[in-house]
C-alpha cells in the first residue's frame, strides 16, 4: 500500500490552520503538505508538526498565496528577478521546515518564448538549490488554471530534459492527468520514470478518490508495482467533513 499524506491547503478546510496538523496526525496521516505556508511564522509550523510527529514534504513557490494574482513567474519573459527573489524566501521556508520538494509554479504565458525562460529560469534554480531539496513541475489542467503554461506532461517532460539537472522532477497528479490525458492510468505509466511525488484526487471535480472516473485501486496497484516509495498525497476537495472521506485510505 503507498504511504499517504495530507494536503492540509485541501483538507480539513473548516478548522484553523494550525489545527489541521492534529486533525492529520488523529487521521492516522504521517506527513503533511501545504502549497502556500508562508502567511504563518515557519517556528509556528515547526512545532504543530513536532507535536504531531509529522513530516513536511512539500510547498509551492511563489509566495505568498497567489490568490487574486500570478500563478508563478517561471516561464513570464521580464519576470526573472521576481522568480529567483520567490525562490530564495521559498527555500529558506523550505530548509526551515525540513521539506523535500518545492513545487515551481510556471505561470500565465504561451509559446517557445516562455519556455525557453522557463528552461533557463530552472537551470538557474537548481545549480542554487540546496542538497537534499528537488524542485518540481506539475501540469495543470485548462478547467482549473485557465492560460496557466504548463499544461501538457510531454510540454513537462521535455522542459525537464532540457533542464537536465537531478533535482528537477515530475509531480504527478491524478486528478490533472485524467483531465488532461483522459486516462490517470496509462498516464502515469508512461511518466513513471519522471516522477518523484504523487498527488491525489478524483476527476472531473477534484473530489476524494472513488467519487469519479479515476480507478484508484488499479492506480494504486501501479504506483507499488513500480517500486516508487515516496509519499502519495491526498490533494482532494472534500466537500463536507474530512473524515467521512477518508474511507479510501482503508479500501487502498
Known amino acids: ?32 503538505e ?3 505556508p508562508y502567511d504563518f511564522p515557519a517556528g509556528d509550523i515547526q512545532k504543530a508538526l513536532r507535536r504531531n ?34 525562490m530564495r524566501r521559498a527555500t529558506r521556508f523550505a ?11 510556471a505561470g500565465v504565458a504561451q509559446g517557445d518564448g516562455a519556455r525557453a525562460v522557463m528552461v533557463e529560469n530552472l537551470k538557474r534554480a537548481c545549480d ?21 503554461f504548463l499544461n501538457d506532461f510531454d510540454l513537462a ?29 496509462s498516464s502515469f505509466a508512461a511518466l513513471r520514470p519522471l516522477i518523484r511525488h504523487i498527488q491525489i484526487g478524483d476527476a472531473p471535480d477534484r473530489g476524494p478518490p472513488g467519487k469519479g ?4 485501486a488499479a492506480l494504486f496497484r501501479a504506483i507499488d508495482d513500480s517500486g516508487y516509495d515516496g509519499w502519495v498525497s ?6 463536507g467533513s474530512t473524515e467521512k472521506t477518508l474511507g479510501w485510505m482503508k479500501r487502498a
Not at 524542485?135 to 488554471?145: R, V
Not at 472516473?213 to 484508484?216: A, E, Q, R, S, Y
Request: hydrophobic content about 45%.
Open 95 to 105: 530548509q526551515a521546515l525540513g521539506v523535500s520538494f518545492i513545487h515551481v509554479m
Open 1 to 32: 500500500m503507498p504511504r499517504f499524506a495530507a494536503n492540509l491547503t485541501h483538507l480539513w478546510p473548516d478548522l484553523p490552520f494550525l489545527d489541521r496538523f492534529d486533525a492529520a496526525a488523529d487521521a492516522g496521516f504521517k506527513a503533511v
Open 157 to 185: 517532460a521535455g522542459i525537464i530534459a532540457d533542464v537536465g539537472a537531478d533535482n528537477l522532477a515530475l509531480q504527478w497528479d491524478s486528478y490533472h492527468a485524467q483531465e488532461i490525458t483522459g486516462d490517470a492510468l
Open 213 to 216: 472516473t479515476v480507478d484508484f
Open 234 to 239: 491526498a490533494e482532494y476537495t472534500p466537500g
Open 53 to 86: 510527529g509529522l513530516e513536511m514534504i512539500l510547498i509551492n513557490a511563489p509566495p505568498p498565496n497567489y490568490t487574486g494574482g500570478e500563478r508563478g513567474f517561471a516561464a513570464i519573459a521580464g519576470r526573472e528577478d521576481r522568480f529567483a527573489h520567490d
Open 34 to 36: 501545504v502549497l502556500f
Open 128 to 148: 542554487l538549490a540546496p542538497e537534499g531539496l528537488t524542485l518540481t513541475l506539475e501540469p495543470l489542467c485548462p478547467a482549473s488554471a485557465p492560460g496557466y
